[in-house]
């Protein structure tokens, strides 16, 4: 189970990092999650509810933020999203320009951004 060992280690550093603050529990802990990751949002909510079970995060949330799926045009500059139904679609091209020579700029960010403690 990929998402439960990806939660796993996302509870493991929230712990690590109540435990170094010297705090009592984990609050929160806020997640950025790109698009393109092969994980859903409600699993990681829903693993999480269920491995925090008597660990200081207990009675914490996460909270998962996802970020588009978004490409830089070589050409023009432009940065466009692109829907994840689509992006096996060669056919897709800068809505500026038409060229078809573009970067992945945001999609796969799997981060902790924030540990809330008390
Ligand atoms: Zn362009």
Known sequence: MHELSLVQDILDTAVSYAREAGSQKVVAVFLRLGALRDVKKEWIQYYFNFIRKGTMAEEAEILVTVNPIICSCHECG?????????????????????????????????????????
């Open 78 to 118: 432009r940065e466009f999203e692109i829907d994840l139904d689509r992006i096996h679609d060669e056919e897709i091209a800068c809505p500026g320009c038409s060229a078809k020579n573009y970067t992945l700029i945001s999609g796969t960010e799997f981060r902790i951004e924030g540990i809330e403690v008390v």
